[in-house]
């Protein structure tokens, strides 16, 4: 059955299961039907990408140094991009999927390519136009953790998430992807209060042995608030993630993978039913190749030949609004099924020895907290509130406001040069301070790697800039937790490689 809106019908065969039920009795009752009917979808897919990189840039000169593993192209991202944002984009993919891009991710593709950049966003806009909801969702902004993140890190990266979508899409967003998924109430409860409207969780994440993955729920928050949570469908998440003899023809997936997902008790009744498949963006033409192509037959004619209607979540919850109220299962996240493990500990998902991962948390953890003393204590006396200056901080990145003026408006009077340039630089090393929580840097097995030293990186330029702004040196107590901090495969130490970047942050600066 072809599933266009308000087709004629002059035929129905009984054995369509997609026909709403009130046609089955008129099939029934032996009458040959030729009507109008209204648009009712019963089965309904989304298909959600999350388009996200490591950041790659040296963290002093801003470009990506060549990487002899992406050849034929300078570097990954590079590479990542002719493979998989390019040819999506010219495929129209994004208009007919749920998405997310990393922001940082964003800023990168923006100085590579900025005509793929607006074709995304026109993608969304063309469905903002046609169902006056769009389909892309804003992400937390450096990729952060947010569980293992304070109160005030948490507002901090979703204001930041919502000002960069506000920026790049024109619109403000309704949904935000958490970070590896990875969630708490307090997470949750901090996207209700910014006005986010819902996210997206793998199943483990609710508390319920039996979740119906075919419609949203409620989650209770603090102060009589609420969000609701899409959960996506856990084997086809997965088959469609790693299991490529699944996706090479979109037909045969839709036939044998999805069609038998939806829940016949509910199509019985004419219940309609709304299924998710989330992986990441790349998997579509980069981690898998051709599946650019799979993903556009999937969501251009595979889906709609067996009566599947495409679907986003803001689309769907103008329809369908969630009816259950469901439990959290505090801390948990899509890639690690040790709750948040890998990001802070030892845990299977990396092999060997992930004590490092333990220290270079904490360290950082302690930074932070010094960090954040000498900051508020230069902006309280002179009448500002430092969170937020560091929230509206994001807005001087798109050119939309100064320091200058916003330190003016918080304070409600002028401040002095001397004053307005030491609160920049400590403004600069609170965002350095934010990017070192990065999550890629606990991700992989190793602390040798690129992600985790950046992350160090970052520190170190923090660590610069505070001294600058106040004298106040915070690089030994920081140096002493990095020694901690050992890569079992290289025997680098975390300490050596901080003090190397601090002697490059100060040259820089100097
Ligand atoms: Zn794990």
């Given amino acids: 059955m072809n599933n266009t809106r308000n087709e004629s019908i002059s035929f129905i065969g009984p054995g369509d299961v997609n026909v709403p039920s009130i046609l089955h009795d008129m099939i029934l009752s032996d009458r040959i039907i030729s009507v109008i009917i209204p648009y009712m979808a019963l089965r309904s897919l989304c298909i959600h990408g999350h388009f996200y990189q490591p950041p790659r840039e040296d963290p002093f000169t801003g470009a990506i140094p060549k990487e002899t593993g992406a050849s034929p192209f300078d570097n990954w991202n590079e590479r990542i991009h002719a493979e998989c944002y390019r040819p999506n984009a010219e495929l ?54 947010l569980p293992l993140a304070s109160r005030a890190d948490k507002v901090t990266q979703v204001y930041w998430g919502i000002a960069e979508f506000q920026h790049r899409f024109g619109r403000r967003p309704q949904g935000m992807w958490l970070p590896e998924t990875a969630v708490d109430l307090e997470t949750l409860h901090v996207l209700a209060e910014m006005g986010i409207e819902f996210t997206i969780l793998a199943p483990w994440q609710v508390d319920s042995d039996s979740v119906d993955p075919t419609e949203p729920y409620h989650v209770a928050l603090p102060k009589g608030r609420s969000i609701t949570v899409f959960i996506y469908h856990q084997e086809l998440s997965t088959g469609i993630s790693f299991n490529p003899t699944l996706t090479s023809n979109a037909d045969i997936f839709v036939e044998n993978e999805i069609l038998a997902r939806f829940m016949t008790d509910k199509e019985r009744i004419g219940e309609p039913q709304f299924l998710i498949i989330a992986s990441d963006g790349e998997l579509y033409g980069h981690h898998q190749r051709f599946r650019d192509h799979f993903l556009s037959h999937l969501v251009n004619g595979a889906s709609s030949s067996r009566g599947i209607d495409l679907m986003y979540p803001a689309q769907w919850l103008q329809k369908n609004p969630a009816r259950q109220t469901i439990c959290i299962q505090e801390n948990t996240s899509w890639s690690c099924h040790h709750g948040v493990m890998r990001w802070m500990g030892q845990c299977d998902c990396t092999p060997g020895d992930g004590r490092w991962k333990v220290f270079l948390r904490q360290s950082l953890n302690r930074l932070a907290s010094e960090l954040d003393l000498l900051y508020s204590d230069v902006a309280w006396p002179m009448g500002v509130d430092p969170w937020k200056l560091r929230n509206r901080y994001i807005n001087t990145f798109f050119g939309l406001t100064t320091v200058e003026k916003l330190v003016d408006e918080l304070a409600g009077h002028a401040l002095t040069t001397e004053e307005v340039q030491r609160l920049s630089l400590l403004l600069r090393a609170q965002y350095e301070r934010e990017r070192m929580f990065t999550s890629c840097g606990w991700y992989f097995e190793d602390f040798s790697r690129i992600e985790p030293k950046n992350n160090l990186a970052y520190a170190a330029q923090a660590v610069s800039l505070a001294k600058k702004a106040t004298g106040i040196d915070l690089s030994k107590q920081t140096s002493n937790d990095l020694k901690n901090v050992l890569s079992p495969r290289s025997g680098q130490r975390g300490d050596t490689v901080f003090l190397r970047f601090l002697h490059r942050a100060e040259e820089k600066s100097s």
């Fill in 92 to 145: 129209h993919n994004f208009e007919r999927i749920s998405f997310n891009i990393g922001p940082t991710l964003h800023e990168w593709m923006l100085s590579h390519d900025p005509q793929t950049c607006a074709s995304i966003v026109a993608q969304d806009q063309a469905n903002v136009r046609r169902y006056g909801v769009g389909n892309a969702m804003a992400q937390a902004y450096n990729h952060t953790i």
